[in-house]
Each structure stands twice: as structure tokens, then as C-alpha cells.
Nanobody
Framework: QVQLVESGGGLVQAGGSLRLSCAAS?????????MGWFRQAPGKEREFVAV????????YYADSVKGRFTISRDNVKNTVYLQMNSVKPEDLAVYYC??????????????????WGQGTQVTVSS
């Protein structure tokens, strides 16, 4: 079992920056896990944001955040980060961290992940 706890959400002004963190724990957490971020805006379905492999040398982003958001991970701390720059009003959502036992692949769909955090709210003021 893997537990994921997000933090770092809050209110940010449009054009500003915010960094989300996701701390992972559990006996089964290992190098076979990719880590992803998803988000769900009010009235919309959950959507993929970014994913990173275990070693951190492969990433993939949704077109809507490419060039503005950066996903990274610290395997010593078992933590994955989402650096959000040039935040836009449409980035307002609950952001979820996810862990998938993918053995190297980088899934973009929710079904590719086994564990989810409880979510952290990001609110954007214009």
C-alpha cells in the first residue's frame, strides 16, 4: 500500500507561481512507480497534468501546462513536486497526486495509476 499526501495549494495571483508537493510512503513504494499530477476543475472531469518516471529523466506534460509547469521528484525524500509558473485563471482546480506501478511507462490516463492523494486546492485570482 502507498499513501500520498499533497500540500502547497492555496491562493495565487494570475501570473504568479506556486509549488505543490506530494509525499509518498508505504512499504511497496519502489522504483517501479511513476508519479503523476492530475487536476479537476469545478464541473469538469479530472484531467492529466504531468507525469515523471522513477529516475526523473523522463517527463510528459499536458499541452495546457507545457512550458509553464515543471514536474520533478526527490527519491530520497519520496516526494514529487509540481512547480506552477505563469499561473492562469483556468488553472484553478483541485490537484491530485497519483502513483502508478508502471515499470517505466508514463501513463496519461487515470486508469494507469494505483494510488491517489486526497487533493489540494489551487485558487487563482485575476
Amino acid at each position: 500500500q502507498v499513501q500520498l499526501v499533497e500540500s502547497g495549494g492555496g491562493l495565487v495571483q494570475a501570473g504568479g507561481s506556486l509549488r505543490l508537493s506530494c509525499a509518498a510512503s508505504g512499504r511497496t513504494f519502489s522504483s517501479s512507480y511513476a508519479m503523476g499530477w492530475f487536476r479537476q476543475a469545478p464541473g469538469k472531469e479530472r484531467e492529466f497534468v504531468a507525469v515523471i518516471n522513477w529516475s526523473g529523466d523522463r517527463t510528459y506534460y499536458a499541452d495546457s501546462v507545457k512550458g509553464r509547469f515543471t514536474i520533478s521528484r526527490d527519491n530520497v525524500k519520496n516526494t514529487v513536486y509540481l512547480q506552477m509558473n505563469s499561473v492562469k485563471p483556468e488553472d484553478l482546480a483541485v490537484y491530485y497526486c497519483a502513483a502508478g506501478r508502471t515499470y517505466g511507462s508514463l501513463p496519461r490516463g487515470s486508469s494507469g495509476y494505483n494510488y491517489w492523494g486526497q487533493g489540494t486546492q489551487v485558487t487563482v485570482s485575476s
